[in-house]
C-alpha cells in the first residue's frame, strides 16, 4: 500500500508559479507510475499530468507548455511546477499512484490510479 501526501499548494496571484510536491511511503515507488489530478468545484476530477515508472511524461492539453511533473525515486516524491497560472487553474489537486504494467506505460482515467492523497488547493486570482 502507498500513502501519498501532497504540499506546495496555496493563493497565488495570475501568471505566476507554483510547485507541489507529494511525498509516497513505502519502498515500491519506483514501481508506480504518478499522477496529478485536480478537481474545481462542481466540476468533475480532470488528469493533469503524469509521469511512467521510467521518466515519461504526459500532460493535458490545457497545461501543456505550462505545468512540468518529475518524480525522484530515491527520495520518494513527485512534484509538479505550475508556470503561468490563471484563474481556471483554480481546483484542488491530488497526486495518486498507478500501478500499471509496463515502465513506459501512463494513464490518464482516475478509475486507473489505484491511491491518492488528500489533495491540496491552488487558488488563482485575478
Known amino acids: 500500500q502507498v500513502q501519498l501526501v501532497e504540499s506546495g499548494g496555496g493563493l497565488v496571484q495570475a501568471g505566476g508559479s507554483l510547485r507541489l510536491s507529494c511525498a509516497a511511503s513505502?519502498?515500491?515507488?519506483?514501481?508506480?507510475?504518478m499522477g496529478w489530478f485536480r478537481q474545481a468545484p462542481g466540476k468533475e476530477r480532470e488528469f493533469v499530468a503524469a509521469?511512467?515508472?521510467?521518466?515519461?511524461?504526459y500532460y493535458a492539453d490545457v497545461v501543456k507548455g505550462r505545468f512540468t511533473i518529475s518524480r525522484d525515486n530515491a527520495a520518494n516524491t513527485v512534484s509538479l511546477q505550475m508556470n503561468s497560472l490563471t484563474p481556471e487553474d483554480t481546483a484542488v489537486y491530488y497526486c495518486?499512484?498507478?500501478?500499471?504494467?509496463?515502465?513506459?506505460?501512463?494513464?490518464?482515467?482516475?478509475?486507473?490510479?489505484?491511491?491518492w492523497g488528500q489533495g491540496t488547493q491552488v487558488t488563482v486570482s485575478a
Open positions: 513505502g519502498r515500491t515507488f519506483s514501481t508506480y507510475a
Open positions: 495518486a499512484a498507478d500501478r500499471v504494467l509496463g515502465n513506459s506505460v501512463v494513464r490518464t482515467t482516475t478509475r486507473a490510479y489505484e491511491y
Open positions: 509521469t511512467s515508472r521510467d521518466g515519461n511524461t
